[in-house]
């Protein structure tokens, strides 16, 4: 017989653990008795009814069938015959309700039963655990999309980083991580909240990342009064992550130098952005109608001769000394190819004597 004792401490573990409503484990429970009788006794057609009562320590298994005259499906039909001395007090396309709790407590396989509907709730179970685990963490984020929060480092394990927040658990993806990072035990991070998805799929999800590119301007909002007040843009970034980033700046303020701005003195603000992205070098250019001027402040630290551009081909012909070039390609062509994100156009280096 079921042992209702062990039962309801199971259950009340459970629900005080993972926060899952008592009576929603119990709905789980007696649909996976349900299930395991229509398995082993009935047929997929079958309507079963269970009902659990902690308080009174009953179990109640009942099948719902409709009197006919002729049976087809004897899942859910029952004869006059069959109804023996009862058959009086019922016509034809009555619902019946039969209880079978009885019988299947006296049949020899009661424990092997009990054991595969048990095997079918926890599973259940488990994969509400995980529905609940992730509603909370989309919960905690949803207003907080394609902005940074501040987090402990809870775990390392396996290329996979669990982070703290607010006494939850949450991971950072090897695939959004960035390996000039040390991420160890206690350590702090400003993380991305790159993408949270709509809660009514049927898979939320939060997915955070230190690599993408919407990582800096989030930490320069931090830094930069006048970037959330509005008086500073940025307009563009590109990123070749834990190696450089190029950002492009406007104002409508003619008093006022967006890239000044964004450095400060002693450069403590771009300085402080830079500390949290593992010393990330930051390129900050300048925006402004003159596409060539911006080509140019786009390539620094070289010193740029001249800029030939061909709009229609969305070319721009970059003239430099041979000694500049080193300084224009940086490692592996970074900077040039970062510097032609940035600016939309092709970038063709010509080498002057």
Known sequence: MLDFKKLEATINLISIEKKIPKEKLIDIIESALKTAYKKDYGTKDSKVNVKINLEEKTLEISLEKTVVKTVENPGTEISFEELWDDAKNFEEWDIIEIDVTDDIIAWDNWESFWRIASQAARQVIIQKIADSEKEKIYDLFVWKEWKVVNMKVDLVEWGKVVFDYNWNQVILPKSEQVSKDNYVADARFYILVAEVTNKELWN?????????KELIPALFDIFVPE????????????????????????????QIDPVWTLIWQKWIRVKSVMEELSWEKIDIVANSDDIRDVIKRALIPANVLKVNINDEKMVADVYITNEEKPKIIWKSWININLASELVWYKINLMIVD
């Not at 970037?227 to 500073?232: K, N, R, T």
């Not at 190696?243 to 700046?249: A, D, E, M, T």
């Open 204 to 212: 939320p999800k939060v997915i955070l990342s230190r690599k993408r």
């Open 227 to 254: 970037i959330w007040e509005g008086i500073v843009t940025i307009d563009k970034v590109v990123r070749y992550p834990w190696v450089k980033s190029k950002i492009l700046v406007s104002t409508n303020y003619d």
